[in-house]
């Protein structure tokens, strides 16, 4: 339990800059609980539950605080569409926050909108298609 109060203390400052940067300063600092859940987060000087954030506000506070746990833990991160309800300033937003984290850690996106992250080849990513390296077995026999 105490390992998670101290992480968590750790990552309040870096999601409350990210958050902040991403929305212009609407939002602030999450509540992280002792558990690392977020109870809450800073709103127009009040705390606000997350259930009052749209859904894109919630997966956008929640990839940053995986890619901060990441960040912080030193470890890869992987995001199975976390990223669907944003638009496509948020997009790119994290399409730079991706590029800047992945000089120091490995980040795996699955989705089915890679054009949304417009990663290119001299940022340093490498993009992989599935469907056209994946064979699909045509049944039994």
Do not use: N
């Not at 300063?25 to 997350?50: F, Q």
């Not at 960040?71 to 992987?78: F, M, R, S």
């Not at 490995?106 to 290119?120: G, K, N």
């Amino acid at each position: 339990a105490e390992a998670f109060v101290h992480l968590g203390k750790l990552l309040v400052e870096p999601v409350e800059t990210r958050m902040s940067e991403l929305t212009g300063g609407r939002y602030g600092a999450p509540a992280i609980g002792p558990k690392l859940g977020t109870d809450g987060i800073m709103m127009a000087g009040t705390s606000r539950s997350l259930e009052s954030l749209s859904v894109g506000a919630r997966e956008q506070l929640a990839t940053l605080f995986r890619l901060t746990i990441a960040e912080k833990l030193g470890t890869a991160v992987v995001l199975d569409d976390q990223l669907v309800q944003s638009d496509p300033e948020r997009m790119r937003f994290f399409g730079q926050l991706m590029r800047e984290c992945g000089r120091d850690f490995q980040i795996l996106v699955l989705t089915c909108q890679p054009e949304a992250y417009d990663f290119r080849p001299e940022d340093g990513v490498v993009v992989t298609e599935l469907e056209k390296i994946i064979e699909r077995s045509g049944g039994a026999g």
